[in-house]
């Protein structure tokens, strides 16, 4: 697959709010479509709000942008006196790679964003739009990659010990990472072909990825990365809330030593139902931010308004439960 990089991103939009003479010493990307340019615009505000003695240079690939989000982009960087640069894409050609209903095609923006970056700087941390900042990132800004592809953090035992079955390769039930924190040596990963390699590899038709890019990236990176503690990439699910019938249950998870919270699954904290605790990071962001007249997000799919109704009756709203219901039923057979 032949994907230049450069000729992929239509414009580029950038807010330069910084003081003047400053030099922005870390680098951090997000890639999303239309439907998490929410998350990602609290992710940044998050980190802002933790990292005020951080100067950084944020970059946020898309194939989606309105004048309204421009608007309030332009307002956080004002904010809090940084750099915001937006990278308009022409992702038509990524839809040719393997992609489903968990993931779409702008899981693969992250590697643009490596490659497209790695003319311009050293070191990129690349965090999806489910992550919430809840800590300092300055011990991290200052770690040395030198020799090695990546920094990341491994996966939960249960992806690792998939990930070893299905991939055939017994180490990575230690060392399968996940992919939703990479603190990347951009550097290495052009002098490695690493895109090249990973574009060759989901074009084969031989090969079976089920976690697409990530099954990708951990075995273009085994053996070249360091990883990092859990702290950095605290993987937390909301289904747990319906597991455990406890919403004090998160405190197992995140910790007043958290420094980002990954929230996976159906349920993000951007969701009006997810009405937890749990989700207190990510309001405290959302009512600093730009957004915080933009309300929380109702459901679209099948599995969001399934989710909607079981957290709505775990929460005694047992009308809007019964709503939320139908509501799957209709998305269920419009979907058909």
């Not at 605790?277 to 990510?282: I, M, N, T, V």
């Amino acid at each position: 697959m032949n994907f230049d990089c450069r000729q992929a991103i239509k414009e580029k939009i950038e807010f330069h709010a910084a003081p003047e003479g400053s030099t922005p010493t870390f680098n951090i990307a997000w890639g999303v479509d239309k439907n998490f340019m929410f998350g990602a615009a609290i992710s940044m505000t998050s980190v802002l709000l933790k990292n005020k003695d951080l100067a950084i240079h944020f970059h946020l690939f898309t194939d989606y942008i309105d004048e309204d989000y421009l608007a309030r982009v332009k307002a956080l960087a004002q904010q809090h006196q940084t750099t915001i640069t937006l990278y308009l894409m022409n992702a038509e050609e990524l839809k040719a790679l393997p992609s489903g209903i968990a993931w779409s095609y702008a899981t693969y923006f992250r590697f643009i964003a490596f490659e497209y970056l790695s003319d311009e700087i050293n070191n990129l941390l690349y965090i999806d739009a489910d992550v919430i900042c809840k800590g300092s990132l300055t011990e991290l800004s200052r770690l040395s990659l030198e020799g090695h592809v990546a920094a990341v953090i491994r996966d939960v035992v249960e992806s690792r010990t998939g990930a070893a079955r299905r991939l055939n390769n017994e180490a990575f039930s230690d060392d399968y990472f996940n992919a939703g924190v990479i603190y990347a040596n951009l550097q290495e990963w052009k002098a490695r072909r690493c895109l090249e390699t990973a574009f060759e590899m989901l074009m084969n038709k031989n090969n079976h990825f089920a976690f697409l890019d990530q099954d990708v990236l951990n075995i273009i990176f085994q053996g070249k990365v360091i990883f990092l503690s859990r702290h950095y990439d605290e993987i937390y699910g909301m289904k747990q809330e319906l597991k455990s019938k406890d919403i004090t249950a998160y405190k197992k998870f995140i910790t007043h030593e958290t420094i980002l919270i990954h929230y996976v699954g159906v349920t993000k904290p951007w969701h009006s139902w997810a009405n937890y605790p749990s989700a207190e990071d990510f309001k405290l962001a959302w009512r600093a931010s730009p957004w915080r007249d933009v309300p929380l997000l109702g459901a679209k799919t099948p599995k969001q308004f399934k989710k909607k109704s079981r957290h709505e009756r775990l929460q005694g709203k047992f009308f809007t439960s019964v709503i939320s219901y139908i509501g799957y039923l209709k998305a269920k057979l419009q979907s058909k």
